[in-house]
Nanobody, 121 residues
Framework: QLVQSGGGLVQPGGSLRLSCAAS????????IGWFRQAPGKEREGVSC????????NYADSVKGRFTISKDNAKNTVYLQMNNLKPEDTAIYYC????????????????WGQGTQVTVSS
């Protein structure tokens, strides 16, 4: 399973870090994607990191502000979110996939429980 932590309420321009810890399996053979879903909108991909940690990618909307990283020793992936904007408000989910990240949500085998991120003054 994947267990998320972090999130909360932050003012515009602030920062938050989300964590996604895997238990029962190793992330050595899984890519991890971060997704978000705002009210009334579809779930969208935010970022992805390869199983090796050497390859990352980001949605254009978060590029330069979000950083994904991986700690293999802790079997955990992080999403550092800086310069947050109100439009970043959403429930954030991490998900694992035993292949390179795809846009098809059905390809992901485990999902975190979701964590609320609210950016508001």
């Amino acid at each position: 399973q994947l267990v998320q932590s972090g999130g909360g309420l932050v003012q515009p321009g602030g920062s938050l870090r989300l964590s996604c810890a895997a238990s029962g399996f190793t992330l050595d053979y899984h890519d991890i994607g971060w997704f978000r879903q705002a009210p009334g909108k579809e779930r969208e991909g935010v970022s992805c990191i390869s199983s090796s940690g050497r390859t990352t990618n980001y949605a254009d909307s978060v590029k330069g502000r979000f950083t994904i990283s991986k700690d293999n020793a802790k079997n955990t992936v992080y999403l550092q979110m800086n310069n947050l904007k109100p439009e970043d408000t959403a429930i954030y989910y991490c998900a694992s996939i035993p292949q390179p990240c795809t846009a098809n949500l059905d390809d992901y085998d485990y999902w975190g429980q979701g964590t609320q991120v609210t950016v508001s003054s």
